[in-house]
């Protein structure tokens, strides 16, 4: 990794920390920071690349949003969440934005069902699942089922990025 590289994934891993830390206190991530990450994002790709950085910010950034707009649209995300995607697609390259984004989903799947297990409900939320399923309709959590509620979704984005960011060096 050269040191322009290193210097962004280090404010980058900034910039999701602290919105980490503003969803799992606020249960919000500002639109201030937000916003300071897509001008960083777009402002160091074009000083590292010129154009050609100016553009994989911006389609980096146009995927994050994009692959995370259907859940947002579908009311399982928060448009947060979904801004933030973009922001750290806004720090990478159209190809590396698909694969952050890849494995934010992955990891937020992970988290999800970490905190169905942590909770004691698989049974209860594997039962509700089953039910859907057989009648192909859809059903209600309970409001004490932990399915229903929302969980900071940055989390998981940090995760997803950052493995992103690490593991894909090893295939290139």
């Keep these: 990794m050269s040191e322009v ?21 606020r249960h919000r991530i ?8 897509l001008v960083l994002g777009l402002v160091g790709q074009t000083w590292a690349a010129g154009f050609i950085g100016l553009g ?10 994009g692959v995370f707009l259907p859940m947002y649209a579908a009311g399982g995300m928060a448009a ?3 801004k933030l995607m973009a922001m750290a697609g806004a720090f990478l390259t159209p190809h590396d934005a698909l694969w952050a984004a890849f494995f934010s989903l992955i990891a937020g799947g992970a988290c999800g069902l970490l905190i169905v297990l942590v ?3 698989a049974v209860q939320t594997l039962g ?7 009648a192909r309709a859809y059903f209600s959590p309970q409001a004490d089922e932990v399915v229903g509620k929302p969980f900071p979704y940055s989390v998981a984005v940090l995760l997803g990025t950052l493995a992103s960011v690490f593991w894909l060096p090893l295939g290139h």
Excluded: C, E, T
């Design 5 to 25: 590289q290193i210097v962004a994934v280090a404010l980058l891993s900034g910039l999701l920390g602290v919105a980490v830390v503003s969803d799992l206190r």
């Design 56 to 65: 994989h910010s911006l389609l980096g950034m146009l995927i994050g949003f």
């Design 80 to 82: 947060g969440d979904v």
């Design 128 to 134: 509700r699942y089953w039910l859907m399923l057989k």
């Design 30 to 37: 500002p639109n201030l920071l937000v916003l300071l990450g």
């Design 119 to 121: 909770r004691g409900q």
